[in-house]
């Protein structure tokens, strides 16, 4: 086998099906941490946790032993089984379907990081729809188009 040094960081954001804040305050630093457990046992490594009461941002480093999509669908379906087998919620949770993923570069990570870190004041301000068109603004998708979130609209003609 080639050997092989990679660090390929990723920020992930995935959402609360119908965007319902579920995600409260006396249990979502216990997510955090289990969804930081998930990914250690996939021998991946997290740099950062965050989010609010209907998202979660990480920043993650994936080998390539792993597809990115394995590793999502892993930490969404352990969590979810999680939070419903401790009746956090009084409805069953769910994580929508789609995700979000970008590359974070090696000089930009701390910065990265810090966002993440900071989430919960952020959304003091803005909701996760405006940071959702903001980033892909940012990149040059149109949030409308991709459908990642079942309750992004188009806006009125």
Known sequence: MEKCFSIIYIELIFAVQSKDCLI??????????????????????????????????????????????????????????????????????SWQKGYLAFSSGRYSIDKDIAAIQTQENYHKKYSFQQEYLDKTQKLNLNPYQEQIFDWILPPPN
């Open 24 to 93: 409260a305050a006396p249990w979502k630093e216990e997510l955090h941490k289990y969804i930081c457990g998930v990914v250690r046992a996939k021998n991946q490594k997290v740099y950062a946790v965050g989010g609010a009461a209907d998202h979660v941002h990480l920043i993650v480093s994936i080998k390539p032993n792993i597809v990115l999509a394995d590793l999502v669908r892993i930490i969404k379906a352990n969590t979810s089984k999680w939070i419903n087998e401790r009746a956090f919620t009084q409805n069953k949770f």
